[in-house]
């Protein structure tokens, strides 16, 4: 998404974009041509003794020599480095991905737990760095936004703007390819606890159990890999479930499903929703909270509770699939509904939020 907005930015008249990454690795080469994009070695890591690991020097040379007006942070390790050192012609803007558990206030019965008292100290830190360059906060849903009038002070609260993310719709919608005689499910995310993909292989179970003749891709790596290789050789899925790992042809496996399912614990947004619903994809999910801004129940999907049975989901799944006029309608509405996601209307209401925040500053200083 943000490789998306940069090249979409750079394309406006009057406007430069560069983008700042913290690791060299590079999982999207495929996106990143024509992107003006710099590796920076610098790092800030905090310590609750005291003994700061601290290197901005790099940081300090890249932000001098571009001079921006906007510096606008994704993930809390860019956030402690890009607020160490506050460069005060520029407005910064944080943008919410998710409900970053680091700023929220520490409970009285937590306070020994080391993580905890790190993320307190990191949070003291960050709010007076905020505090210094009159911070903008960039929510993503109506769940990240109430999250962040919960976690952040009152005098912060004012530069909250919803704005949810956005994808490139174009990349997406393809000619369906009907190479298998089989109900195609697909999912993609990390494999982790939250993204519960262990709940979806429930669920195939309990297709097959119902005579169902279904195949689930599931698109993405993490931790969890071993694991749910593991359940699926020991309840012999085999044959209908697949781990693909990490994949640059998200569009061409959506293309080749029928119906997308989800089932994260908490999702601040959902952008894989999105880009299932644009390539024409109705949308089972679970409840995780942002997701909720998403999903029109009985239109381009159905978002089911958290506490639902994966043999309820299942049955979902199939009431989907025999009903072929009903599919019909999500299909058609779920394309519809993703187009005002697109990536061109998203960047005039981003240009537009930099430019009240540079209006704002040049009132204060005037």
Same mark, same amino acid.
């Given at each position: ?52 690991? *601290? ?17 606008? +942070? ?31 206030? *520490? ?13 307190? &100290? ?7 760095? &905020? ?48 190479? +298998? ?78 119906? &997308? ?104 200083? +005037?």
């Amino acid at each position: 998404m943000v490789l998306d907005t940069c090249r979409e930015l750079s394309q406006r008249e009057g406007i430069r974009c560069k983008l700042v990454v913290m690791y060299e690795e590079n999982e999207y080469p495929h996106l990143t041509r024509g992107v003006d994009i710099v590796f920076c070695n610098s790092r800030v890591l905090p310590s609750i003794k005291g003994k700061w690991q *601290i290197d901005i020097a790099h940081w300090k040379h890249i932000v001098q020599e571009f001079q921006p007006d906007i510096i606008h +942070s994704h993930l809390f390790e860019a956030e402690i480095m890009s607020r160490y050192w506050i460069y005060s012609n520029a407005e910064y803007f944080t943008h919410g991905h998710s409900n970053m558990e680091q700023l929220s206030s *520490i409970q009285l019965k937590n306070i020994f737990n080391k993580r905890n008292l790190t993320n307190y &100290y990191e949070r003291e830190f960050l709010l007076k760095k &905020y505090k210094e360059a009159g911070n903008y906060f960039i929510s993503i849903s109506k769940n990240t936004t109430s999250y962040f009038y919960k976690i952040l002070p009152k005098y912060l609260t004012k530069n909250i703007f919803l704005l949810p993310n956005a994808i490139n719709v174009s990349n997406f919608y393809k000619q369906k390819i009907n190479s +298998s005689n089989k109900l195609e499910l697909v999912t993609i995310g990390t494999l982790n606890n939250n993204k519960n993909q262990v709940y979806l292989l429930e669920v195939m179970l309990n297709l097959k159990k119902l005579g169902i003749d279904a195949n689930l891709s599931i698109i993405g790596d993490g931790d969890q890999k071993s694991f749910l290789q593991e359940f699926i050789a020991r309840n012999e899925l085999n044959s209908q479930v697949k781990i693909f790992g990490k994949q640059n042809d998200i569009p061409d496996f959506l293309s080749r499903a029928y119906i &997308y399912i989800h089932a994260a614990k908490s999702e601040a947004f959902g952008l894989v929703l999105l880009e299932a619903m644009a390539s024409g994809l109705p949308v089972i999910t679970l409840d995780g909270g942002g997701n909720r801004d998403l999903i029109e129940e009985g239109k381009n999907g159905y978002i089911l509770p958290q506490e639902t049975s994966p043999n309820a989901f299942a049955q979902k799944i199939i009431e989907l699939a025999k009903d072929k006029e009903l599919y019909t309608k999500f299909s058609e509405h779920a394309i519809k509904y993703a187009a005002q996601y697109d990536i061109k209307p998203y960047a005039d209401r981003l240009i537009l939020l930099y430019q009240k925040a540079l209006h704002e500053k040049n009132l204060i200083h +005037s």
